[in-house]
């Protein structure tokens, strides 16, 4: 793994552990050489976004209880794969940020002024 450091150069947060997130599934969007798909960014998924992974081919809903997997409801939060996170905010379907529990990598696909115009606030 690599040091984990957030977008604010802080200690990275914890996104999830119900349910639990992240390449390493240690609830936290840490990643390393192995994750080629830089789930770095921490994300308060919403039906929209759901619904467009879906459609995508990536359906987050459904259970998989094989994988300890519980599917994914609006509200929950994900350490999402920083490239799906591009994709959707180019589909007006982008779910909001947390920029604490967000990896720095994140910024190597994404820019920190896009991640900062998704964040959430302590109101939503």
């Known amino acids: 793994m690599e ?13 999830s552990t119900r349910p639990m997130t ?5 609830g936290c969007c840490d990643t390393g050489p192995d994750d080629r798909g ?15 992974s879906r459609y995508l081919g990536n359906d987050l809903t459904t259970p998989r209880p ?3 997997f519980p599917g994914l409801k609006a509200g929950d ?4 794969c920083a490239g799906r996170f591009l994709q ?18 994140a910024m190597d696909i994404v820019p920190l002024d896009l991640l900062k115009r998704h ?3 302590d109101a939503d």
Not at 38 to 52: K, N, R
Not at 77 to 80: A, D, F, Q
Not at 98 to 104: G, I, K, N, Y
């Open 88 to 105: 959707a905010t180019q589909e007006f379907a982008a779910p909001k940020v947390v920029l604490e529990a967000t990896h720095q990598r």
């Open 3 to 15: 040091q984990s450091i957030n977008v604010l150069g802080g200690v990275l947060q914890a996104c």
């Open 38 to 52: 830089s789930h770095t960014i921490c994300v308060i998924v919403t039906d929209e976004f759901l619904a467009m």
């Open 22 to 26: 992240g390449f390493y599934r240690n």
């Open 77 to 80: 939060r994900w350490c999402l």
């Open 66 to 68: 094989e994988f300890g």
């Open 119 to 121: 964040a959430t606030t």
